[in-house]
């Protein structure tokens, strides 16, 4: 599966954006999708994911009630909508698809995007 994520930009504190992740090759379901940021001089990081086994979505404590992941499968896309943004959420975000095991995990992920930053002013 080839990803493709796009979506962000500058924006300032407070307001909202919506990234995609357009996925061809083979359809999102066959996967669990992840979404992950990596801020400057920081380590990639887990914001959430979308679990193909449980259908449940999960998030990072620093996102949650902020951010949420939706899916279309028509159009085999995932997205991440983000609310409520803070400047310490700017960060190159990506979109990952895992064939199996921990979902929170950056290593356990097979396939990814390549980033779209993401820039929220004070």
């Known amino acids: 599966v080839q990803l493709q994520a796009f979506g962000g930009g500058l924006v300032q504190a407070g307001e909202s954006l919506m990234l995609s992740c357009a996925a061809t090759?083979?359809?999102?379901?066959?996967?669990?999708m992840g979404w992950f940021r990596q801020g400057p001089g920081k380590e990639r990081r887990f914001v959430g994911a979308?679990?193909?086994?449980?259908?449940?979505?999960y998030y990072a404590d620093s996102v949650k009630g902020r951010f949420a992941i939706s899916k279309n499968g028509a159009k085999n896309t995932v997205y991440l909508q983000m609310s409520s943004l803070k400047p310490e959420d700017t960060a190159v975000y990506y979109c990952a698809a895992s064939s199996g095991g921990n979902i929170f995990a950056v290593g356990h992920y097979d396939y990814w995007g390549q980033g779209t930053l993401v820039t929220v002013s004070s």
């Open positions: 979308w679990s193909r086994s449980t259908g449940g979505t």
């Open positions: 090759g083979r359809t999102f379901s066959n996967y669990d």
